[in-house]
């Protein structure tokens, strides 16, 4: 279990089910995707991301608002094929009553410390249609930067956002350290 200020991330369980299903059903949070998942594809999700933890040692985690304990989303790191490549991909959802309070970020931002801190990778991603402005928002928001759009039959065109190891190590000496010269 790992906590941010407001969250706390955890492996999925089955019993995610319910909550999962409320979100990943819902068109309006689902627009950007070619459709709502449905009872199947949502097991389906839980599931692959219990294998993600088998295999990876991460994946998707849930989560949990600390100050209620209800369910609200999902952030972690999955390994995604962008444009042809199989690349870590750092992606998130987040329940619309919960929108618009910055937790995708703090969610996003601590699942990107995590990774440069507990992995080899050297470059971390977030993919997403081109529409979806609160994705690329997050992503923005948390140092990365727009390096590739490409067509895809999934998303018609996706943005692939990026961050370094480089430009992390940088910016977590701005944060820890106040401005600083380079």
Request: with cysteine.
């Amino acid at each position: 279990m790992m906590e941010t200020e407001r969250l706390i991330l955890r492996e999925y369980t089955k019993d995610d089910f319910d909550a999962l299903y409320e979100i990943l059903s819902d068109p309006e949070t689902m627009q950007h995707y070619p459709a709502p998942f449905d009872e199947a594809r949502t097991m389906r999700w839980i599931e692959w991301n219990l294998e993600n933890y088998a295999q990876y040692g991460f994946g998707l985690w849930a989560l949990v608002l600390k100050e209620t304990g209800e369910f609200i989303g999902d952030c972690g790191i999955t390994m995604q094929n962008i444009d042809g490549e199989i690349l870590p991909e750092i992606g998130y959802h987040v329940h619309k009553k919960y929108w618009r309070r910055g937790l995708a970020k703090e969610a996003a931002r601590y699942v990107r410390d995590w990774v440069f801190q507990n992995t080899d990778y050297d470059t971390i991603y977030s993919y997403m249609k081109y529409t979806n402005v609160a994705s690329y928002s997050t992503a923005m928001a948390n140092g990365m930067k727009k390096v590739k759009e490409y067509s895809d039959p999934k998303n018609e065109i996706s943005y692939a956002f990026a961050i370094t190891r480089e430009e992390w190590e940088k910016l977590s000496l701005l944060n820890n350290y106040g401005k600083l010269d380079f």
